[in-house]
């Protein structure tokens, strides 16, 4: 029996190989037909019925998106409603906003309240395309004014620093920080690399920076300025809109959007100089730590704002210290000075810290002094380097006096 099956099974394998692919399927689509075909495949109303299935389906498919598309954009403006309403809006802040909303090109129209970056990137389209449509001075100025009035109540502006110093880690500035009579640099925004002109702020109010170039330029309502304020060892940077050019000069738009250039570099001096320290947190734990503690420490490096001391205090990046030394000529440096970075020497614990509420004088008496101290150092031989190499890079924040000028 099983030698009679094993033939059979040879024989079945030989007649298979023996055939052609076409007469395998062939005699697949035979078996157990009794020889009779029935090509429903290529039958017409079964390929009109599959088609017309499929065309259902595919409208049916678009309808159920569509729907959810317009319950998605629904529940959007439900939430913006409702925002708007819990924000204090009028309905003319509420249409402008709106207008913002898709200027940014925002997917959902209710994310606007929470996303600062797309609140300044459709405003400034918003107001560069009403500004260049030929408005004039007084509906500028108004929607300028409306723009401003939402950014508050979304809670997106920054406050001006009026007094206080700051630190690294604060928010930042804005262009309504910077002092009225001193000096920036203006370029249109499209070739903000190549030549510049030098202007001074005549003004700075709530709603507007006042300009006043040194050459006349010529600017319609919408162009758009790049602005750069050299402020103690950063240079701010910013672009804004115009509002108004005239005889008395320019009128542009605040923002908020303002960002760190670079750092001045400032030559690096090895000096010896004997000094007071100590620690100035901002919260005490008691009112017995009230009262500073100065110990004695010594300056090894000064590098404009920058100074390298040698101190048994221990203080850690971010902590802020009280620093008072003498400069030359009896003329006594006295500041809070923000720790950029220590390390452990072979005398004793070396610490970076950075000047923080020097105005502009002051910042540019130490450079000075550190310019000439380096030229007859031998170990400053090699140039000038930068303050970032003893420090991390952070933002020097304006102090009291550099803020009201």
């Not at 009794?34 to 259902?56: C, E, H, Q």
Request: neutral net charge.
């Amino acid at each position: 029996m099983r030698m009679v099956a094993g033939f059979v099974s040879h024989f079945s394998d030989v007649l298979l190989e023996a055939l052609t692919p076409y007469e395998k399927y062939d005699a697949m689509r035979r078996l157990g037909g009794g020889g009779t075909t029935y090509p429903i495949l290529t039958n017409k109303w079964f390929v009109l019925l599959a088609a017309s299935i499929v065309f259902i389906l595919t409208i049916v498919l678009l309808v159920v998106r569509r729907v959810r598309i317009e319950h998605e954009k629904d529940q959007a403006v439900n939430k913006f409603n409702h925002e708007a309403n819990r924000k204090g809006l009028t309905a003319a802040e509420r249409e402008i906003l709106l207008g913002i909303a898709k200027k940014a090109g925002l997917k959902r129209i209710d994310t606007i309240f929470t996303h600062w970056a797309a609140f300044d990137r459709g405003s400034a389209k918003l107001m560069q395309e009403v500004f260049s449509a030929g408005q004039n001075i007084v509906q500028r100025k108004k929607l300028n004014m409306t723009v401003n009035s939402i950014k508050v109540k979304l809670g997106f502006a920054k406050p001006a620093r009026s007094h206080g110093v700051g630190g690294g880690v604060s928010k930042g500035p804005t262009s309504r920080s910077i002092p009225e009579g001193r000096e920036v640099s203006i370029a249109p925004t499209h070739r903000s690399s190549g030549s510049r002109i030098e202007a001074v702020v005549t003004k700075n109010s709530e709603y507007e920076l006042s300009l006043r170039p040194e050459i006349p330029v010529l600017s319609v309502p919408g162009d758009m300025w790049n602005v750069q304020y050299r402020f103690g060892s950063a240079v701010w940077e910013f672009d804004a809109l115009t509002l108004v050019c005239g005889i008395e000069g320019l009128e542009l738009n605040h923002t908020d959007n303002v960002r760190y250039m670079n750092r001045r570099r400032f030559s690096r001096a090895v000096v010896d100089k004997p000094a007071l320290i100590a620690d100035f947190p901002a919260l005490c734990p008691d009112a017995a730590s009230r009262r500073p503690e100065f110990e004695n420490c010594r300056i090894t490096e000064i590098s404009g704002p920058g100074l390298r001391i040698s101190t048994q205090l221990d203080v850690r990046y971010g902590d802020r210290v009280l620093v008072i030394f003498e400069l030359e000529g009896g003329r006594i440096v006295q500041d809070i000075a923000e720790v950029r970075g220590s390390r452990d020497t072979a005398v004793g614990r070396s610490i970076a810290v950075e000047l923080i509420g020097l105005t502009e004088a002051g910042i540019n008496e130490l450079v000075r002094f550190s310019s000439r101290a380096a030229t007859v150092d031998d170990d400053a031989a090699d140039g000038p380097e930068d303050f970032e190499g003893m420090t991390a890079p952070q933002p020097v924040i304006a102090g009291p006096e550099d803020i009201h000028g």
